[in-house]
C-alpha cells in the first residue's frame, strides 16, 4: 500500500478502485494516509470517492453478467439459496447501494446488486451518494472540512 500513498491522489484513485472490488485491502487507510500526507479534504474527497465508485460500479457490472448456472457450478450454492437472497435483494432494491462502502460485505452486495438486477442507473447513484458520504465523514472525523 506505500507505493500507492507514494503516487498522491492518482494512487488513492486507483487503491480505492481496488479496494472496491475484490481486492481485500482497506480505501479507508489508504484515504487516511494521503489526506495526511496532503491536507487537501477535497482533492481526497474527489479522488477517493471516484475511484471507490467506480470500482464498485464494476463490480456491479461482473455480477450483471454472472449467470446463476455459473453462481451454481463455481461457488456450489444451490438454487434455493440464489432465490431467498433474491427475495431479500429485491425488498430494498437499489437502497442497498448505500451501504456498499461497508467493509467486507460492500464488495459482495455491489455484485449481488448487478447479479439480481436492480435498476442501474439509481444503484450507480446511490454507490456513488455512500461512498462520498463515507469519505466526507472521514474529513469531518479529522477536522478538515
Request: a positive charge; proline letters at 3%; hydrophobic letters at 55%.
Amino acid at each position: 500500500m506505500e507505493w500507492l500513498e507514494g503516487l498522491g491522489y492518482l494512487g488513492l484513485f486507483v487503491g480505492t478502485f481496488l479496494a472496491a472490488t475484490i481486492f481485500p485491502f482497506s480505501s479507508d487507510a489508504l484515504y487516511l494516509a494521503i489526506l495526511a500526507a496532503t491536507k487537501d479534504p477535497m482533492g481526497c474527497l474527489i479522488a477517493g470517492t471516484l475511484g471507490n465508485w467506480l470500482g464498485s460500479v464494476a463490480s456491479y457490472w461482473i455480477g450483471w453478467i454472472a449467470k446463476w448456472e455459473w453462481i451454481e457450478k463455481w461457488f456450489k450454492v444451490k438454487h434455493e439459496t440464489l432465490q431467498k437472497q433474491k427475495v431479500r435483494i429485491d425488498k430494498y432494491g437499489a437502497w442497498l447501494a448505500l451501504l456498499a462502502w461497508v467493509p467486507l460485505i460492500g464488495d459482495l452486495l455491489a455484485i449481488a446488486l448487478g447479479f439480481y438486477r436492480t435498476r442501474p442507473a439509481l444503484t450507480m447513484v446511490l454507490l456513488l451518494v455512500g461512498k462520498f458520504v463515507r469519505f466526507l465523514a472521514w474529513n469531518m472525523i479529522y477536522g478538515l472540512f
